[in-house]
């Protein structure tokens, strides 16, 4: 009974923690718009600027913050995913971390 119990409760909690998707606040949502901006900008340029990188890094870090949230309906590692092809004439190297980083679920 004590087993039946236990397993009743761990699926309890596990249920109430998976809250589903993450909702992102005003602040995030100008993360991921900031980032396209840079993904734009920087193909428009030819090269990723610092400011830019730094734009990506925070929308990494927002990944792996609510790597279940969205953004126009698009989960965090689409977003990635998406991307990562636009950047890879502007920034080989930095496109291919944020295809790494979508691959590997925000990790």
Known sequence: MRKVV?????????AA????????????????????????EA????SLSPAGEKQLTDLIALCREK????SDGKSMREILTSLAPQLK????????????IARNGCD
């Open 6 to 14: 236990g397993v009743v409760v761990a699926c309890a909690l596990l």
């Open 17 to 40: 923690g998976c809250g589903g998707v993450a909702e992102l606040d005003s602040g995030d949502t100008q993360t991921v718009s900031l980032a396209r901006q840079a993904v734009d």
């Open 43 to 46: 193909v428009a340029k030819g």
């Open 67 to 70: 790597p279940l949230s969205e």
């Open 89 to 100: 004439q502007a920034d080989a190297a930095f496109s291919k971390k944020l295809e790494r």
